[in-house]
T-cell receptor, first 116, second 111 residues
Framework: GAGVSQSPRYKVAKRGQDVALRCDPI?????LFWYQQALGQGPEFLTY????????KSGLPSDRFFAERPEGSVSTLKIQRTQQEDSAVYLC??????????????FGPGTRLLVL | AQSVTQLDSQVPVFEEAPVELRCNYS??????LFWYVQYPNQGLQLLLK??????LVKGINGFEAEFNKSQTSFHLRKPSVHISDTAEYFC?????????FGPGTRLSVLP
């Protein structure tokens, strides 16, 4: 079956531009996570959805970051008024059930965002 | 809050040699422990995880890790590496609420 997919794979934005990053999780997966991975570092948690409900957004770095999953499947991470420090790889992961931190997370290939 | 330390940012090793990638964590509560691998231009893939039970965990591709509670470590080992094992390896810890990754270790297997 298909894994987690993300689009676009690469995005170049001018500072101040808004961007939208899409994640298609594995079909039937209840949980969905977004991470930010800066160059040379491990992924850092941004936000977590259980179906359509955003249960944890404690990792979002500022109010310019917004995520949604309106129908409990596809999710979009939106960054408004992008800044150079937003340049990173944005990873999406999904897991099957509700045991949020115990289950295996399946990761997409990421979207590499470069803000000029 | 928990944290994860991977002391070696880069580990070069010759093909067919053994390797150990170190991971230490800090947490005030019981944790779950994971190792993920990231091949170039690919997403992270789970190698193995420790939830409970036996402290020696076997994973895919011949990797294994041992949970040592007293030393708060979860080192990853492989007795004989292949060129195809060249990748970035991430240790991660979860206390059931938060999920935290280490900074990663780049394993380079040399011919």
């Amino acid at each position: 079956g298909a894994g987690v997919s993300q689009s676009p794979r690469y995005k170049v934005a001018k500072r101040g531009q808004d961007v939208a990053l899409r994640c298609d999780p594995i079909s039937g997966h209840v949980s969905l996570f977004w991470y930010q991975q800066a160059l040379g570092q491990g992924p850092e948690f941004l936000t977590y959805f259980q179906n359509e409900a955003q249960l944890d957004k404690s990792g979002l770095p500022s109010d310019r970051f917004f995520a949604e999953r309106p129908e409990g499947s596809v999710s979009t991470l939106k960054i408004q008024r992008t800044q150079q420090e937003d340049s990173a790889v944005y990873l999406c992961a999904s897991s099957l059930g509700l045991a949020r931190r115990q289950e295996t997370q399946y990761f997409g290939p990421g979207t590499r965002l470069l803000v000029l | 809050a928990q944290s994860v330390t991977q002391l070696d940012s880069q580990v070069p090793v010759f093909e067919e040699a053994p390797v150990e990638l170190r991971c230490n964590y800090s947490s005030s509560v019981s944790v779950y422990l994971f190792w993920y691998v990231q091949y170039p231009n690919q997403g992270l893939q789970l190698l193995l995880k420790y939830l409970s039970g036996s402290t020696l965990v076997k994973g895919i591709n011949g990797f294994e890790a041992e949970f040592n509670k007293s030393q708060t470590s979860f080192h990853l080992r492989k007795p004989s590496v292949h060129i195809s094992d060249t990748a970035e390896y991430f240790c991660a810890v979860s206390d059931g609420q938060n999920f935290v990754f280490g900074p990663g270790t780049r394993l380079s297997v040399l011919p």
